[in-house]
């Protein structure tokens, strides 16, 4: 095309596209322009048609937004902004004053229930498929002073004389406790505030239920950058329900989700998942069949209602810093198929630990089918990285993981392909597998790998690259596959655990049916290869084990490489070296189908073609043992 010709294309493409302002301190009746913008980013949605830029200005915006529509294609989304350098704050809280002193540090709150609109979180309890509530009520609402949320409890007593809670990673934090009743048409809330004035601080209850979340499937190519998200008083995310988040896509495809803060939902941060109609706690509602059928009864709803990669997924979930989330920090049920989960850092998932269940972790995903998980860094999460039934053609490369008191990754009930490599894995439990098909390359394990058949459950596999169903079968473990990994063990080993087997190196997986491929791997500090491992090297000294040091926003791992590491090990790790997975009969490829060819390592330094260094890092640490992750 002629020069002059794609500028006039260009032109006229454009020509419709808007770009709407919005300001906290807006006029009453705004229209959008720089000179006189909307007050609320809700009414900018209203308007906004694909194509169209929604700019927010510096500011606190206490609403919910429900986009009522969303964009046609990649080049014709909406897209809502932050304006550049503004601090944009999106709230599902509100302000709480009108406290009265009600004894000793306790005070009481009453609020009409007028108060609270259509929704009052203080009377809405969670609850859902795979929710353990440990015993207790748990309302999806919660009390922040000055940003710090608290803890609830169902006793009052518990407010009037607190104790540390035992489950809590913060036992200090675990003192300021709360609790909420409501009759006549009120709703009490006591808060144990220990000496502080709640109308003099900054005291604020969850009102909403999301912060950005559209109310019904399919709204897509949405783009949501630069803000900071907090306060969702969010429901239970089970894979067979609706799947709400503080933000999150209800069933829709082509989201960008980047640059943002996201922070202080009661369950779920970021959802990448399922709408309601093919299922809403379908367990919970009928306890005869197990959990496991029911789930496939959804998949093959989904199926039906055109769960594909032309209607769902392939979103982009990019550069977000996310925490303080009591379920997970992303999380999705089929809708992350054929989507990228990049550059985030996820840190304080599950740290009150007052509840619990699955769907629960750092990332946790249902049929993350062609999804690629790249650099992120995951930690004190509970689980770091949970992926649970249909991961295929995925791959996880490059992310850091420590400070989890599960595991660092959990692969559950998978058939493979899927590959994780050049990844630092240094919590207790590094992998917990209950799959089969699986190739680990390149990865630092410094704790417990976890091997477990799982005979009772009947679970689907695909077609290459599709979400169409190709078979189920049940899990009988092996047929993964090890290349070029560093193990280092770390003491006593639990070993059997009825099927399971515990410890330190691929010794784990000798009783598994199927196959396993290793070569090349180090073995440190006791741990143990695999029986029929070729070229296993196994070093007799001893090292110091692997160390995080944080120093402010920069993350380094202190790790001296015994010698036994140094020479590397014999070629490259690619499709045609990783052969064809037993049960989907596929080849090992990257998401978009392209070969496998692992020729640069964690910090995308190229490797020695011919014999790479085993680990992530494939020149030699810097000084001292330290080098940079993050």
């Excluded at 493409?13 to 609320?40: I, L, M, N, W």
């Excluded at 769907?359 to 089918?369: C, D, F, Q, R, S």
């Excluded at 049960?583 to 496998?596: H, K, R, T, W």
Aim: glycine content about 12%; hydrophobic content about 35%.
């Amino acid at each position: 095309m002629p020069k002059a010709a794609f500028l006039l294309f260009f032109t006229l493409f454009c020509a419709g596209a808007a770009e709407y302002h919005v300001s906290a301190k807006g006029p009453d009746q705004g229209d959008g322009s720089v000179a006189r913008p909307f007050r609320t980013i809700s009414a900018a949605a209203r308007l906004a048609q694909p194509g169209d830029t929604i700019t927010v200005q510096a500011g606190v915006y206490r609403e919910r937004i429900t986009p009522p529509r969303g964009g046609e294609s990649d080049a014709r989304r909406i897209v809502y902004r932050a304006a550049e350098g503004a601090e944009v704050v999106l709230k599902g809280s509100e302000v709480a004053r009108g406290w009265k002193p009600y004894k000793g540090t306790v005070w009481k709150l009453t609020l009409p229930d007028a108060f609270f609109g259509s929704y009052n979180p203080y009377r809405d309890r969670i609850e859902g498929d795979w929710f353990t509530d440990k015993g207790r009520p748990h309302h999806t609402g919660d009390v922040y002073i000055n940003g710090q949320s608290m803890f609830e409890t169902h006793l009052l007593e518990n407010v009037l004389d607190p104790k540390p809670y035992a489950d809590a990673r913060d036992q200090d934090a675990s003192l300021w406790t709360w609790y909420t009743e409501s009759e006549g048409g009120e709703t009490h809330i006591y808060a144990n505030f220990h000496g502080k004035d709640p109308n003099r601080e900054l005291v604020e209850i969850t009102v909403r239920d999301a912060v950005f979340y559209p109310d019904r499937p399919g709204v897509n190519y949405i783009t949501v950058r630069g803000f900071r998200m907090s306060h969702a008083a969010t429901q239970w995310a089970a894979p067979t329900a609706e799947q709400p988040g503080l933000i999150g896509t209800h069933w829709s495809k082509g989201w960008v989700i980047e640059d943002n803060v996201i922070s202080g939902s009661k369950c779920a941060c970021v959802t990448l998942g399922k709408e309601r109609a093919t299922g809403q706690n379908v367990w919970m509602h009928n306890p005869k069949k197990d959990g496991a059928t029911h789930y496939n009864e959804v998949i093959l709803r989904a199926l039906e209602a055109g769960w594909s990669r032309e209607k769902i997924g392939s979103h982009l979930v990019r550069n977000n810093t996310i925490f303080d989330c009591e379920q997970a920090g992303i999380a999705g049920s089929m809708g992350a198929v054929f989507s990228r989960i990049e550059g985030n850092h996820i840190h304080t998932v599950w740290a009150k630990r007052q509840f619990t269940g699955a769907e629960m972790g750092g990332i946790k995903l249902h049929g993350a089918i062609d999804v690629l998980i790249e650099g992120n860094r995951i930690h004190n999460a509970g689980r770091g990285l949970w992926l649970d039934w249909m991961t295929q053609g995925t791959r996880v490369t490059r992310n850091l993981l420590y400070d989890n008191t599960t595991d660092d990754i959990f692969v559950e009930v998978n058939h493979g392909p899927f590959l994780i490599d050049n990844n630092v894995l240094l919590s207790p439990v590094s992998l917990r597998d209950w799959s089969q098909g699986g190739a680990y390359a390149h990865n630092l394990m410094a704790g417990l790998v976890i091997s477990r058949p799982e005979p009772n459950r009947w679970t689907p596999y695909h077609r290459a690259h599709s979400t169409a169903l190709a078979g189920v079968t049940f899990t009988r473990g092996g047929d993964n596959r090890f290349f070029h990994n560093i193990f280092i063990g770390g003491g006593a080993e639990p070993g059997a655990k009825g099927t399971s087997m515990e410890g330190y190196g691929l010794w784990v997986y000798e009783k598994r049916p199927f196959p396993v491929h290793a070569e090349g791997n180090v073995y440190l500090n006791g741990a143990r290869p695999h029986p029929e491992e070729r070229n296993a090297r196994v070093a007799s000294e001893a090292v110091e084990r692997p160390e995080i040091v944080e120093e402010g926003t920069s993350v380094f791992l202190r790790f001296q490489p015994p010698v036994a590491m140094k020479g590397g090990a014999a070629g490259l790790v690619t499709s045609e070296r990783l052969g064809t997975t037993v049960v989907s009969e596929l080849p090992y490829a990257n998401p978009d189908g392209s070969p496998v060819r692992i020729d640069a390592d964690y910090g995308k330094a190229r490797r020695n073609a011919e014999r790479p260094t085993p680990g992530p890092f494939e020149s030699p640490l810097g000084t001292g043992g330290k080098t940079k992750l993050w």
